[in-house]
C-alpha cells in the first residue's frame, strides 16, 4: 500500500521541480560562463536597463545623423523605401545553455552587471541629451531673423505731409528735422518777431540729414520804418539736433541754435532753444523754450505753443502763439498767428499768416508769407 503512494510523491516532487526550472529567467555573463538570476527583481532591473540602454543607442545614432543621411537610409539609398536598421548590441550573443551556479558567485556577478548597465545609461542619456540639443541649435537664428522688423518705405502721402510741416513760417518751431533732403524757403513779414513795422525778408537754405540733424544758412533783410540807414542785413546760420524721439507720453525732443552776425544797432547775436513735439492722431503739438544772448542791446527769453493738423495731403492748418521779455525792459510782447499751408505739386508749399502783435503801447496787425521748395 506504502509502494503506490510513494511512487505517486515522487512523481509529483519531479513535475514541480521541472515547473521551477522552465520558468524564465535572466542571465548574466562571466568569466566562466554564464550565471542565472535567481532573484526577480534584480531580473526585472537588468531587463528594463538593457531595455532603456537600446532605446538611448538608437535615438543617438538618430541625433548625431545629418538629415540627407536619414533621408537616405529611408529609401534604400535609391530613391525606394527601406527600412532602417537598428544598431548592433554591444552584448555578446547569449549560449544557448545557461550553466547554473552557486548563490555567492550569481551576487556578485548581478551586482557588477547592475553597476555597469546603470553607469553605461547615466552616460547614453547624458550623450543623446547634449546631440539632440546641438541639433535644435540652428533653427534659432532663423526665427530670430524673422523676428527682425522690416523698415518700410514711406508713402506717397507721408512723404506730402512730411512737406507741409517742414514749414518754418511761424516763429515757434516743430522739433521734427528734415531728414535726406534741401529745401529751399523764403519768408516775408510786415514786423519783426518783435512787432517792429518794417520789411522783413529771410532767405535760407536747409539741409537735413540722415542722422535726425538739421542745418541751415541764410540771410535776414530788414527795411524798418523811420530808420534813415534803409536796408540792413545779417548772415544766420543754425543747427537742429533731436535729442529724444517721441514714445508713449513722452514727446520728441530737440535742440536748436542760431548764430546772427551783427546787423543794424545790433552787434552778435546768439539764440538757443529746446523744442518739444507731441502728436495726437494727426494734430500735432508744439512748445518752445528759448533764450537769446545780444551783444549790444537786452537779451530777451521766449515761450511759445505751436499747432498745426493736415487736411488731406495738401492743406496744413497752424497757428502759434508767443511770448518775448526782454530782460531789464517794460516792452514786452505777445504774438498769435493762424495761417495755412497749401501744397503745390509734390515739391512746393505756399503759406500765408495773419496775427495780432501786442506791446504795452500797442496792439497792430502781423502779415506773413512764405514759399518752401524742395531742390
Known amino acids: 500500500m506504502l509502494q503506490p503512494l510513494m511512487a505517486l510523491l515522487a512523481v509529483a516532487s519531479l513535475g514541480a521541480a521541472e515547473g521551477t526550472a522552465t520558468q524564465a529567467r535572466c542571465t548574466v ?9 535567481l532573484r526577480t527583481e534584480d531580473c526585472a532591473e537588468l531587463t528594463q536597463l538593457r531595455e532603456e540602454r537600446e532605446t538611448l543607442r538608437q535615438r543617438l545614432a538618430e541625433a548625431r ?17 527601406g527600412t532602417v536598421e537598428p544598431p548592433p548590441s554591444a552584448e555578446p550573443p547569449l549560449p544557448a545553455a545557461p550553466v547554473e551556479a552557486n548563490p555567492p558567485e550569481e551576487r556578485s556577478a548581478v551586482t557588477e552587471e547592475l553597476r555597469a548597465l546603470r553607469r553605461e545609461v547615466a552616460e547614453l542619456r547624458q550623450s543623446v541629451a547634449e546631440a539632440e540639443a546641438r541639433r535644435a541649435l540652428p533653427a534659432a537664428p532663423v526665427q530670430a531673423a524673422k523676428a527682425e522688423p522690416v523698415l ?4 506717397e502721402r507721408e512723404e506730402a505731409l512730411e512737406l507741409l510741416r517742414n514749414t518754418n513760417m511761424l516763429t515757434v518751431q516743430n522739433a521734427d528735422p ?48 523811420g530808420e534813415q540807414e534803409g536796408t540792413t542785413g545779417a548772415v544766420s546760420a543754425y543747427a537742429l539736433g533731436q535729442l529724444v524721439d517721441e514714445k508713449g507720453a513722452r514727446p520728441q525732443l530737440a535742440l536748436w541754435g542760431q548764430v546772427t552776425s551783427p546787423q543794424g544797432e545790433e552787434g552778435v547775436s546768439a539764440e538757443a532753444r529746446v523744442l518739444a513735439t507731441k502728436t495726437f492722431g494727426q494734430t500735432r503739438l508744439h512748445g518752445n523754450v528759448g533764450y537769446s ?12 505753443l505751436a499747432a498745426d493738423h493736415p487736411i488731406g495731403d495738401r492743406l496744413l492748418l ?28 509734390s515739391s512746393f508749399v505756399v503759406t500765408g499768416a495773419v496775427g495780432v502783435n501786442a506791446t504795452n503801447e500797442d496792439v497792430a496787425p502781423r502779415l506773413l508769407f512764405g514759399v518752401l521748395g524742395r531742390i
Open 152 to 155: 518700410e518705405e514711406k508713402s
Open 29 to 37: 555573463d562571466t568569466g566562466a560562463g554564464s550565471v542565472t538570476v
Open 293 to 304: 544772448a545780444r551783444q549790444d542791446t537786452e537779451d530777451d527769453y521766449l515761450l511759445g
Open 178 to 225: 528734415a531728414e535726406r533732403e534741401v529745401l529751399g524757403e523764403v519768408n516775408v513779414a510786415n514786423r519783426t518777431q518783435t512787432g517792429e513795422v518794417g520789411f522783413v525778408l529771410q532767405p535760407q537754405v536747409r539741409v537735413g540729414t540722415p542722422w535726425k540733424v538739421e542745418f541751415g544758412a541764410g540771410a535776414q533783410l530788414q527795411n524798418l520804418a
Open 65 to 81: 545623423r545629418e538629415p540627407q543621411d536619414r533621408g537616405d537610409d529611408a529609401t534604400g539609398g535609391s530613391g525606394e523605401e
Open 318 to 345: 497752424q497757428g502759434d502763439a508767443y511770448y518775448v521779455n526782454p530782460l531789464g525792459a517794460e516792452d514786452a510782447s505777445v504774438n498769435a498767428s493762424v495761417g495755412t499751408g497749401l501744397r503745390v505739386g
